[in-house]
């Protein structure tokens, strides 16, 4: 038994929705057409696939396989926030698999499972460009997903065929629904909207900001010092520091990128590498952040994705809305025009402590001797800090006064952060321009994977000075007082764990390079192996609704099925058997020993076909037990038979 026309063209419209519903997410024409023809196609073909359900689950998979290759290899969008990357790859998956049901003959789930299909890929699609008519097209979507249900489910009581009351329970409990949803869409936004601006705003109002960002407090990069987190892997030469923020105004604790310098511009950087042994590749780990860590003396830098912002002080960071999950860079001497030369505010103090300015350049004076060579007066100070200057992460500070003056004078212990301020403040103090940078330490190399490991607990804190003509990095943390900063390598199970992380995600890496092309020919590829596999299997092997010589509980069912559809009581293309025998018992078509019997048969043979439960022998004789029940109640009684008459002639 097919559907009719008008039932198929009803288990088309949600598929149609969810595809127009993508096509305004994706906002691109060749997305559009590819998705809306094959769903088309797959409707034109209809339901004539009989397979049974490995099979369905395994093509199933592989369209959803090739779906995601087309939703992952969208090129990026000229403007706007289209919806691009593994969101749209999973949508895609979805909505592939939700259109290519319709080949089915006898669909695992029914309607069941293509409502969960659209449903996940509309929330899928949600994480990219909602258009005005987004929800109304779900509630299209919903109600057009419910009315399958009903076109699926012959013995599904119509809604005029109800009681009135449990009519009037349906209306209001639909209602209900739409009401609540429509609130919840129009608060949860207006919520979501005020939490977030409470959370920043409590944010802002800390003491302390962590990160790279545009300020930092002392302390916010230290508070990072514990976690063995990955922040970065690196295949390569790796060089010791990894620059991600530079500050250059300070008051109270507090260091600042200047205004003036800090906007950033787009640039156009290299997409791939040239092909030398120079090349460190950086892959971001777990930890998100905006900057692309590179050195100081980074001559050639490029990222996969070929663009970049950069500000005056020569940091990269990423475009928003792009993670940048790597980058590669060459070491060499940088052009001039990616960090700006010293401004005035590279020798401003303090700006606010006139006697903390004047203690500065005593402490330089007493400390360099005014030596005429610049180079010379900063070694003498980061020497210094070095001898005379613990490393702590735990120390005392005196209230009410300036955190690196009572470092300097009173409690001489402080972590990297306090010796960058210092150095750089005793620089400018010498007449040597001097900055702040933020950043990562690289000392932790993985054998096993051949990379190195830079993990949070490496965030660091030092100094670039301004010496010959050009920016040079200069640290004066005690060398050696933070072990995991120094060079050393990853042992025992964590280094077999990471590198198993490794090899997987190259291999990810390696896929997501692949061209859609490639990754279909290759899913055709398996296709036509595993069918040939299966070809090849012996049929005595094989469960399958064309085979019923090879399954007896099948032949069973499939005679029981002919038998009942003679009498005028057939069963739907899509129903299970549960459902069918519960319609025979609502419309009475059995007699109550009857339909017990059946419900028993087929329940015994449910459980052994899909459950592996029960016996199989047990299902066959049940089934068996059920159609001579029938066959034999069918049979019309013989007649009675009558004494003889007597031969009544004539005397």
Known sequence: MTLSLPQRLVALVPVLTVVALLAQAVDDPGYAITLLGASLLFAAIGPRADFDLPTQRIVLAMAGVAGAAVGLF???????PALRGPWCALATAFAAMLAFRRVYARPEGLGRVDLALGVSALLAARQGRIAPWFFAATWVYLGAGFVQLAVEDPGRARFTELPG????????????????????????????????????????????????????????????????????????????????????????????????????????????????AEVVWVERGAVSNESFFAPLNAA????????????????????????????????????????????????????????????????????????????????????????????????????????????????????????????????????????????????????????????????????????????????????????????????????????????LQRGKEWLFSRSAGELLFAAGVMLALWLGLRARRKPSKTKSIQAPDGDPPMAALVALEAL?????????????????????????????????????????????????????????????AVLNTLRRDARPDPPRSTPPRPDRRDP
Request: aromatic content about 10%.
């Open 74 to 80: 969208i090129p990026p969008p000229l403007e706007g």
């Open 300 to 503: 050639n830098f490029g990222t996969t994705e070929g663009n970049a912002r950069v500000d005056l002080f020569g940091v990269f960071r990423t475009i928003p809305g792009d993670p940048g999950r790597s980058w590669w860079f060459i070491e060499g001497p940088r052009p001039h025009a990616h960090v700006v030369a010293p401004v005035a505010d590279d020798l401003t103090l303090t700006r606010r402590d006139p006697a903390f300015d004047q203690y500065l350049r005593a402490l330089a004076h007493t400390w360099t001797a005014d030596h005429p060579d610049p180079t010379v007066r900063v070694a003498r100070i980061a020497d210094h800090l070095r001898r005379e200057y613990r490393y702590a992460r735990t120390f005392t500070r005196t209230p009410q006064v300036d955190p690196v003056f009572d470092f300097l004078r009173t409690h001489r212990e402080g972590h990297c952060e306090y010796f960058a301020s210092a150095l750089t403040l005793l620089s400018r103090a010498a007449d040597v321009p001097a900055r702040v940078v933020g950043g990562y330490r690289v000392a932790e190399e993985n054998t096993l994977s051949h990379e190195w490991i830079v993990r949070e607990r490496n965030a660091h804190a030092w100094v670039e000075v301004y010496l010959e003509g050009r920016w040079r990095t200069l640290d004066a943390t005690p060398e050696g007082a933070v072990a995991h900063n120094r060079r050393h390598q990853t042992r025992g199970l964590r280094a077999l764990v990471e590198s198993w992380s490794t090899l």
């Open 165 to 276: 009351r449990r009519r009037a329970f349906t209306v209001g409990t639909i209602g209900l629904a739409v009401l609540l949803s429509a609130g919840l869409a129009l608060a949860l936004p207006r919520f979501a909207l005020w939490l977030s601006q409470r959370a920043i705003a409590s944010y802002l109002d800390d003491t302390a900001n962590a990160g790279f960002e545009d300020r930092f407090d002392l302390g916010s990069i230290s508070i990072l010092g514990d976690s063995p987190t990955i922040a970065m892997r690196l295949r390569g030469d790796a060089p010791s520091y990894l620059r991600g923020a530079v500050w250059n105004l300070y008051a109270r604790g507090r260091w600042v990128r200047r205004r003036a310098i800090q906007p950033h511009r787009i640039t156009p950087v290299h997409a791939s590498p040239p092909d030398t």
């Open 564 to 624: 009942l559809a003679a009498r005028g009581h057939p069963r739907a293309p899509s129903e299970s058997v549960s459902a069918w025998a519960a319609r025979l018992d609502e419309t009475r078509a059995l007699s109550p020993d009857q339909a017990q019997e059946l419900r028993e048969a087929l329940g015994r043979f449910e459980a052994w076909r899909y459950g592996d439960l029960g016996d199989e022998s047990a299902a066959r004789e049940a089934l068996s």
